[in-house]
Nanobody, 117 residues
Framework: QVQLVESGGGLVQAGGSLRLSCAAS????????MGWYRQAPGKQRELVAT???????NYANSVKGRFTISRDNARNTLYLQMNSLKPEDTAVYYC???????????WGQGTQVTVSS
């Protein structure tokens, strides 16, 4: 079965950096387009960044130039490097395969990112 385990969140001051990791199993990771999502309190989950199996990337305007998504297919792991963090980046961050999201499949537990001003 699909298992997604996010880690690397924490409390950081504005302007700081964090690197999130997502260990994936139960999917053919190297063939899967993957994404990072986030959900702030009282808001809907939103797509932050995506990466295709061919390493093409796309970003939400709100994080473009500050966040970098990457993948290590040998480790079945997805990463999100977050720099120049802002208080509005505070949210629970999730990873998932785009196909699973489209099929309303399962999510992991997420990792909390809190940015203080």
């Amino acid at each position: 079965q699909v298992q997604l385990v996010e880690s690397g969140g924490g409390l950081v001051q504005a302007g700081g950096s964090l690197r999130l990791s997502c260990a994936a199993s139960g999917i053919i990771f190297r063939l899967s387009a993957m994404g990072w999502y986030r959900q702030a309190p009282g808001k809907q989950r939103e797509l932050v960044a995506t990466i295709t199996s061919g390493n093409s990337t796309n970003y939400a305007n709100s994080v473009k130039g500050r966040f970098t998504i990457s993948r290590d297919n040998a480790r079945n792991t997805l990463y999100l490097q977050m720099n120049s963090l802002k208080p509005e980046d505070t949210a629970v961050y999730y990873c998932n395969a785009l196909a699973i999201v489209a099929g309303r499949g399962p999510w992991g537990q997420g990792t909390q990112v809190t940015v203080s001003s």
